[in-house]
Structures are given as C-alpha cells and as structure tokens.
C-alpha cells in the first residue's frame, strides 16, 4: 500500500490548486489529503534536521503559538489558523521528485485559474452574472487576486523556459486570461507584487530576457485601456491616498498608523494574534487618533503583513518571520545554480507574497499561505532529487 501514497499524495496537491480558484471547501480537503499522505508514508529522512525549511519553520510555528497563548482575543484562533497551510511545503518536498511534476501542479493551477479569470472577464464585459465585479467562484477578492497573479507568472515562466511552440502558445493565451483577471480584480497591491516578481525572473533569467519580455508585450498595449477601468480610476485615486493632494490620510494608512500604535505600546510580543480589531478600537476610544477616518468592521488587520505582524506578535514575531520567510530565500539563492528555472520561479513566488504584502493582506490568508507552499514544496523537492541524482551518479 505505501507505494501509492506517493502518487496518492502528488493527486491531492494538484486537487488542491485545482480547486484553490473555486472553493475554500475543496481547497482544505485537498490539504487535509495530502497533509494525511505525508504523515502515512512518514520516513525517518521526511523531516530530519538537514531539511532546510524545517528550523525556520518550527520558529515561525512556535512565535505563532507564543503569540496564541499570550493573545486574549476570540480571533487568535482563527488568526493562527490562517498560517497553518504552511506545513504543506513539507508534502510537496516529500512527494515532487521531478521537474515534470512542478509543471503538472503549474497547469494544473493554471488551467483552472484561466477558467476563472475568463469568468471575471465576462462579468466585466456584461455577459455573465458572476455575482461581483472584482471575483467569481468562491474564493474571497485577496484569494482571487494572488491566484491570478501567480498564474501569470507561472505562464510567463512556462512561456520562456520553451521551446515548444503549442506549449508557448498555451502559455501566452492562459498568461493573457489570468492579466484579464488581474485587470478584472482591480487590486492595485497586485500590480506591485507581479512587478517584483517580474523583476525577480528578469535578473536570474537573464538568459530567457528576450521572451520574458515579449510576454510583456500585452501589457505594454492594453496599458491605455487600463487606465480608463476601474482598477485604472483606483490607480488614479492612490495620489489621495497619500495625500499628495492635500486630502486628509486615508482608511490605509490610518489601518498603518494605528498597527505602528500597537507595535510601540507592546514592542517584545504585540497585542497577541487576532486582537488588531480589540486593540484599534481601543485606540480610537482612548483619542489617540484624531484626525483619521474611523474603520469599520471590514477592516480587520494592519493591510501590510509586516506591521501586522509587529502589532500583533512584536519584536518577537518579526524576527521568527524573518528567519521563516528567510530561509526559502537562502536556499533557492544558493541552489539556483542547479535549476535556474525552479529556483527563479520559488523566488518569483516569495517576492510576490511580500510584494502584496505591502498594502493587503497577503499572508493572514490560509489558500494564499498554501499556495505558496505547495509551489515552494515542489520546487525543492525537484531541486533536492537533481542533487542526489548528482551524487549517486559517481557510484554508478
């Protein structure tokens, strides 16, 4: 029987990031899954001490639970939870041997994310009624933006690392689908996370710059039309934002200002996980934000993953974040030269994540966290079996 878990578990990573665009009930099975596959095949080398993301991820596990147990908030719970899908980086290393099956969990992510992007798309051109103008299916507008994003620079990857003129083609018209969606979504975070990602890919991919430029091309063309969109108008709105035009400072950056209160009034362990809203609230009550719109109940975190994390989990909470997010950056840098393209495209990911990070919620969401796990599981494990290929070819 064991020699199935393996595939058992490869199957229910691919129906994860099938069902990652369409449904959060789908998505957790398919974690429960393959969280189940990896723990039945347990060996003792599954999760030794020379895994790389094993000590920075059992620091990052044990702030979350410190910040849990030192939290008195009814969300700390639920707020901890949203991390959790991080363990799946653990299956996906222990299960993806091969380049080929980084790129079946790419199109396997991808297909379905167009079909959803094409949805949104027609929603926005008036053919469909996709119940909102800036998602579809059953994953929140946070979710829907990441899974487009990633989707596009997994096409833009696949477009550039081939050859094959039937597998660029699919690439850039599934590239084209997930910009629509991007475009459809209306995130302006998302333009800052695919622009530093693009940018990652541009500077290892040195020698793919011609195509991953190309793949730019729809971009650079639709740009005009963009503008007179919504997310063109929202784009537009970002001046007043930041007030440049005398307008008073916005709900974000009160969210910012009121997370840097936190941070300062409790810097070693934050105000706990989950208790942003209690404490802002607090806040506002003790008149120590004067001046600042009030927030309302839909703004419940710090809408920058890093003040959040300071406000809510300290000192503390920043540095196990540090090492955590760290630690895949470490590896992929120091190993890239194995596989240019997997490493490029796990570096790619991580810079997205941090990109969106910076005005949204990025990571306080578990298929966001679980995505990015999965793609950062696959691209190690391929990564690893290449270096022990390697040493065992010697003794051949």
């Known amino acids: 029987m064991t020699k199935y878990l393996p595939n058992a578990t490869f199957f229910a990573l691919v129906l994860t990031l099938v069902a990652l665009p369409w449904s959060t009930g789908a998505f957790t099975v398919g974690c429960g899954l393959a969280a189940l596959g990896a723990l039945l095949m347990w060996r003792k080398d599954t999760l030794n001490l020379d895994h790389p993301f094993l000590v920075p991820s059992l620091l990052w596990a044990g702030a979350l639970l410190m910040s849990f147990i030192w939290s008195h908030a009814d969300r700390a719970g639920d707020e901890s939870r949203t991390y959790y899908p991080f363990l799946l980086a653990f299956a996906a290393s222990r299960v993806v041997r091969s380049a080929e099956q980084v790129r079946t969990l790419a199109f396997a992510l991808l297909g379905s994310a167009s079909i959803t992007a094409a949805i949104g798309c027609c929603h926005q051109l008036g053919w469909i009624d996709a119940g909102t103008?800036?998602?579809?299916?059953?994953?929140?507008?946070?979710?829907?933006?990441?899974?487009?994003?990633?989707?596009?620079?997994?096409?833009?990857?696949?477009?550039?690392?081939?050859?094959?003129?039937?597998?660029?083609?699919?690439?850039?018209?599934?590239?084209?689908?997930?910009?629509?969606?991007?475009?459809?979504?209306?995130?302006?975070?998302?333009?800052?996370?695919?622009?530093?990602?693009?940018?990652?890919?541009l500077a290892l991919l040195h020698r793919r710059r011609v195509p991953l430029l190309l793949f730019?091309?729809?971009?650079?063309?639709?740009?005009?039309?963009?503008?007179?969109?919504?997310?063109?108008?929202?784009?537009?709105?970002?001046?007043?934002?930041?007030?440049?035009?005398?307008?008073?400072?916005?709900?974000?950056?009160?969210?910012?200002?009121?997370?840097?209160?936190?941070?300062?009034?409790?810097?070693?362990?934050?105000?706990?996980?989950?208790?942003?809203?209690?404490?802002?609230?607090?806040?506002?009550?003790?008149?120590?934000?004067?001046?600042?719109?009030?927030?309302?109940?839909?703004?419940?975190?710090?809408?920058?993953?890093?003040?959040?994390?300071?406000?809510?989990?300290?000192?503390?909470?920043?540095?196990?974040?540090?090492?955590?997010?760290?630690?895949?950056?470490?590896?992929?840098?120091?190993?890239?030269?194995?596989?240019?393209?997997?490493?490029?495209?796990?570096?790619a990911l991580v810079a997205l994540v941090l990109g969106f990070g910076v005005t949204d919620m990025s990571l306080l969401n578990s298929r966001i966290t679980g995505l990015l796990a999965i793609a950062l599981g696959a691209c190690l494990g391929a990564i690893r079996a290449q270096e022990q290929a390697a040493l065992a070819e010697p003794e051949a």
Not at 151 to 171: D, E, N, P, W
Not at 233 to 256: C, F, I, N, T
């Open 133 to 201: 103008s800036r998602y579809s299916g059953m994953v929140t507008i946070f979710t829907y933006a990441m899974v487009m994003a990633t989707s596009y620079i997994i096409a833009a990857l696949l477009f550039a690392s081939t050859k094959h003129r039937g597998v660029q083609a699919m690439a850039f018209v599934m590239g084209l689908i997930t910009l629509g969606g991007i475009v459809a979504n209306g995130s302006r975070a998302i333009l800052i996370a695919v622009a530093a990602a693009y940018l990652v890919i």
């Open 216 to 347: 730019l091309l729809p971009v650079v063309a639709a740009a005009p039309l963009v503008l007179q969109t919504k997310m063109g108008k929202r784009l537009l709105y970002v001046q007043s934002e930041l007030h440049l035009d005398g307008s008073a400072p916005s709900a974000r950056e009160a969210m910012w200002v009121v997370a840097g209160k936190m941070f300062y009034d409790h810097p070693y362990m934050g105000v706990g996980v989950g208790a942003y809203v209690e404490e802002r609230d607090a806040i506002y009550a003790q008149g120590r934000m004067e001046g600042y719109p009030e927030l309302g109940d839909g703004y419940h975190t710090a809408h920058n993953i890093l003040l959040h994390i300071a406000a809510t989990m300290g000192t503390v909470g920043l540095i196990a974040f540090a090492i955590w997010f760290g630690g895949y950056i470490v590896y992929f840098l120091r190993h890239r030269a194995r596989d240019r393209l997997l490493a490029a495209g796990a570096l």
